[in-house]
């Protein structure tokens, strides 16, 4: 089974909850995401609007979703990155956050930034870290991290 990417479009949204409840680390069940506003119609105003855009892993020729990573490109702002447990450490992430970068870039942003757990020793944090993000700040229970377009230089959060 061969994995294959395209971006993200306004329909794609109950698989992309479904992948984002699925995660190993740091899960949201779909009543807790529903809660904080995001289920399948708000993701797909939000890639229609142009505010939410993104990658997605899945298999060939299936087309099962098995990861996606998301943007809010008005505010620079990595959204998230999920992929399903049993397609972890076969390079989909990578290729998913090095796809949904380029879209930053494309759009002109000069920085990107994440927030995730304080917790340094979750996959995430290193996952990020091994992918040129930088501490930026910390506070209360977020680290945010930063990632500076190639050959820019970084900009302070103002968060």
């Not at 306004?10 to 479904?18: I, K, Q, R, S, Y």
């Not at 797909?44 to 939410?52: F, P, S, W």
Request: hydrophobic fraction near 45%; aromatic fraction near 8%.
């Amino acid at each position: 089974m061969s994995i294959q990417f395209r971006q993200v479009r306004a329909e794609d949204g109950p698989a992309l909850l479904t992948v984002r409840a699925a995660t190993r680390e740091n899960p949201f069940n779909l009543e807790t995401l529903a809660a904080a506003g995001i289920n399948a119609e708000s993701l797909a105003d939000g890639i229609r609007a142009g505010t939410l855009a993104g990658w997605l892993a899945e298999t060939a020729p299936a087309g099962e979703v098995v990861g996606f990573c998301l943007t809010n490109l008005r505010e620079a702002e990595l959204w998230v990155l999920a992929v399903l447990p049993d397609f972890e450490r076969r390079g989909s992430g990578r290729e998913l956050l090095a796809r949904t970068e380029a879209l930053l870039w494309t759009a002109g942003h000069a920085t990107a930034w994440l927030w995730t757990s304080t917790d340094r020793r979750t996959r995430a944090y290193g996952f990020y870290v091994a992918a040129g993000w930088h501490e930026e700040a910390e506070r209360e229970d977020r680290l945010y991290l930063r990632k500076a377009r190639p050959n820019k230089a970084r900009e302070p959060i103002d968060r």
